[in-house]
């Protein structure tokens, strides 16, 4: 019996156009695919949201993969069958690094799940559902350019409107979105922590243009700032880098720093804690939608699945796949006549990956014996 293997790609898939936020801009998206084989051939694919360098987050690209090869797989056993909760249970005393943990987890997941012809869906004890979705519309160069896409988007068919805002790039292109396509469109906005406590007479400005929610104005560790600024009950605040782990979302909470969450499954390792995230926000009565990190077919297969949990009562940047790729490492996910995306039939996350799209992508592969 061969040992269980995981194979990890680094892609860099171009972008339909450039995507920019308050932390700088990209042309094309470095994407770490992974490829569990099991013990017995069986195959899982996992993808990871870390970047190439660790700006946004301590995790990055190069110490996930040392991650993985030194500290993970030696935890699990080469010549058993593994299983999600196993990985976690493995991975128990490695504390933070849910990028790498999320990984392999999720290879193994969606491995686990074929070998028994189960849909992701079905595991998670969800119905299949149309998932509304939104679109996460990055900073232009202008504000005529802004109102074409905005316009681009909505004709594609999406309900909901997220702009990027910055410094210097927040009340006048909210103001004209608002004004060009009228007070019903659901709009709200995300600063990616671009700004400080000393922006509260700014940012409070927002409440005028009617926004589902302010998504991150401060620093991840600020959360007594985003609770004070939450209780002017202006504008609701959402919190996305803040909520790394279940604690991390009971502290926000607690504190009334959240009136929503946005989860991000491979930034909260995997998809045993974004469900178990999500179940402590449904049971506290905080709504969640499930964010977006660029991915590809692989990813928005398991986060279609996700968002069916009953929390996720609003729409989640998933979109569809022409919003950032003209190509992809699978079909591709389109909207229906009703701006909605849904999950696939399938077992596992659903996806047939197309191994030579992969290997088209693949700047750099790397191996890793388990156990």
């Given at each position: ?73 030696p935890r699990l056993r080469s010549d058993a069958v593994l299983t999600a909760g196993a990985v976690r249970s493995a991975f128990a005393e490695v504390p933070g690094n849910q990028l790498a943990t999320g990984l392999v987890e999720t ?60 410094p210097g790039w927040d009340l006048e292109p909210v103001r004209v979105v608002r004004e060009s396509f009228g007070p019903d469109l659901p709009l709200q906005v995300d600063a990616n922590q671009a700004y400080s406590a000393a922006d ?72 045993l804690n974004a469900r178990a995230i999500h179940d402590v926000c449904l049971a506290n009565g905080v709504p969640v939608f499930c964010g977006g990190t660029l991915e590809t077919a692989v990813g928005r297969a398991a986060n279609l ?67």
């Amino acid at each position: 019996m061969p040992p269980a293997l995981l194979e990890v790609f680094r892609l860099e898939m171009p972008l339909v156009r450039p995507f920019r936020t308050s932390r700088g801009v990209e042309t094309a998206r470095d994407v770490l695919v992974a490829r569990f084989t099991d013990v017995d051939g069986v195959i899982g694919w996992a993808e990871s949201a870390a970047d190439p360098e660790p700006t946004y987050f301590p995790e990055y690209i190069d110490s996930v993969l040392l991650t993985i090869e030194r500290v993970l797989l030696p935890r699990l056993r080469s010549d058993a069958v593994l299983t999600a909760g196993a990985v976690r249970s493995a991975f128990a005393e490695v504390p933070g690094n849910q990028l790498a943990t999320g990984l392999v987890e999720t290879a193994v997941l969606d491995a686990h799940l074929r070998r028994h012809a189960m849909p992701f869906v079905d595991f998670l004890g969800s119905q299949r559902r149309p998932i509304m979705v939104g679109v996460s519309v990055g900073i232009p160069d202008d504000i005529d350019t802004l109102l074409s896409w905005v316009s681009g988007y909505l004709d594609d068919g999406y309900r909901r409107v997220k702009l990027k805002i910055q410094p210097g790039w927040d009340l006048e292109p909210v103001r004209v979105v608002r004004e060009s396509f009228g007070p019903d469109l659901p709009l709200q906005v995300d600063a990616n922590q671009a700004y400080s406590a000393a922006d509260v007479p700014l940012l409070t400005r927002l409440d005028e243009f009617g926004l589902l929610l302010l998504e991150q104005p401060f620093a991840r560790h600020e959360l007594l700032a985003h609770a004070a600024l939450a209780a002017r009950r202006g504008t609701p605040i959402c919190l996305d880098e803040s909520v790394l782990s279940v604690p991390d979302a009971m502290t926000a909470i607690r504190l009334g720093a959240a009136d929503v969450i946005n989860i991000k499954p491979s930034r909260v390792g995997g998809y045993l804690n974004a469900r178990a995230i999500h179940d402590v926000c449904l049971a506290n009565g905080v709504p969640v939608f499930c964010g977006g990190t660029l991915e590809t077919a692989v990813g928005r297969a398991a986060n279609l699945a996700l968002a069916t949990l009953p929390g996720f009562t609003l729409p989640g940047d998933i979109s569809a796949t022409s919003r950032y790729y003209a190509a992809d490492i699978a079909a591709s996910f389109e909207l229906d006549a009703d701006g909605c995306l849904i999950a696939p039939t399938g077992a596992g996350f659903g996806v047939e990956v197309d191994v030579a799209a992969v290997e088209r992508f693949t700047v750099r592969r790397h191996e890793f014996a388990v156990g």
